[in-house]
């Protein structure tokens, strides 16, 4: 059974979800944006395992005459998928899709950083998502809080910088006291402590 076949046969025995997407031709400018879009789906109705391993089969099997841009296109576009956790966690509205994603997602999946600020999806979450989604992806792999963005900045400064005041509690419990001591060079907690001190937050009710 073919991608495509397998797509429509899945189809078939399930309702519409209902949609409000605005129709745009799809092409190589915005493949990144729809491909976000189109692996949410696919986890959504249960087809990104069915899809996923067939994607060398396709680009093996398109026509002779291509250039080989197509054979970009298809690459460019599975690798752009894999950030559908990003996707997903940007609106406070997703947080039953996020929660369903992550039952399909591997903790290296969790890992997996974008490339304009090296953000993993628990980044994003810190910048424009809620409390559980940040919560849900620290149990499915609780090394996220230590892992740095590209200018070497760590969740729970993060939280601070976009001073979401609702996340100290999640992400100060959850980061390990050595990643933010000496032991580590202490630029963590040296840059936690001066974001405090800028914020004027302190004390035990700042993080209890």
């Known amino acids: 059974m ?19 997407v605005v129709l745009e031709v799809l092409n190589k400018y915005n493949y990144e944006d729809w491909s976000e ?21 396709d680009q093996n099997s398109l026509p002779g005459e291509s250039d080989g841009h197509d054979v970009e296109c298809y690459k460019l576009f599975f690798n752009a998928i894999e950030l559908a956790l990003h996707y997903a966690v940007s ?11 992550l039952t399909h997602m591997s903790k290296e999946d969790l890992e997996r ?8 999806a628990l980044a994003q979450a810190i910048a424009s998502g809620t409390p559980k989604m940040v919560q849900w992806m620290i149990d ?16 729970i400064v993060m939280v ?33 402590i001066s974001r405090c001190i800028k914020m004027k937050k302190a004390g035990k009710t700042f993080v209890y």
């Open 140 to 155: 499915e792999n609780d090394s996220l809080p230590h892992i740095e963005d590209n200018v070497h900045t760590i969740p």
């Open 91 to 101: 609106s406070k509205d997703n947080e039953e899709f996020v929660k369903d994603m």
């Open 2 to 20: 073919t991608v495509f076949e397998a797509v429509e046969h899945r189809q078939t025995t399930m309702d519409v979800i209902p949609s409000t």
């Open 37 to 57: 879009v189109v692996k949410s789906y696919l986890v959504a109705r249960n087809l990104w395992d069915v899809v996923k391993p067939d994607v060398n089969d």
């Open 113 to 120: 950083k974008e490339s304009s600020c090296g953000w993993t």
């Open 160 to 192: 601070l910088n976009f001073q979401r005041m609702d996340l100290v509690y999640i992400l100060y419990h959850a980061t390990e006291l050595e990643v933010l001591s000496d032991l580590k060079g202490g630029k963590h907690g040296a840059a936690l």
